[in-house]
């Protein structure tokens, strides 16, 4: 599985973007997807998170301002990121689950939101 996000830039305080990873190669084994992220200095933590029968999972901290969802045609899965916060600053990771006899976890490479106060 290789995972291509985008979408990442610099956006003022209360702005909004949008984030895409499209998933590419054995893509039928993927049970979940989602979005991490890291700021300087911290540890990588999970920001969202969609599972294959479309149930979500959210950091309390954006509770109520993102939006993950995934289009099965395109492979893809988005995070929409409104009312952003200068706290959401950091590195956004894509990330992919799949469960064939082992878990296994994929990343895609980073995208940086830096988000201006």
């Known amino acids: 599985v290789q995972l291509q996000a985008s979408g990442g830039g610099l956006v003022q305080a209360g702005g909004s973007l949008r984030l895409s990873c499209a998933a590419s190669g054995s893509i039928s084994s993927i049970n979940a997807m989602g979005w991490y992220r890291q700021a300087p200095g911290k540890q990588r933590e999970l920001v969202a998170a969609?599972?294959?029968?479309?149930?979500?999972n959210y950091a309390d901290s954006v509770k109520g301002r993102f939006t993950i969802s995934r289009d099965n045609a395109e492979n893809t899965v988005y995070l929409q990121m409104n009312s952003l916060k200068p706290e959401d600053t950091a590195v956004y990771y894509c990330?992919?689950?799949?469960?064939?006899?082992?878990?296994?976890?994929?990343w895609g490479q980073g995208t940086l939101v830096t988000v201006s106060s």
């Open positions: 969609i599972a294959s029968g479309g149930s979500t």
């Open positions: 990330n992919a689950a799949a469960v064939v006899g082992l878990l296994y976890v994929y």
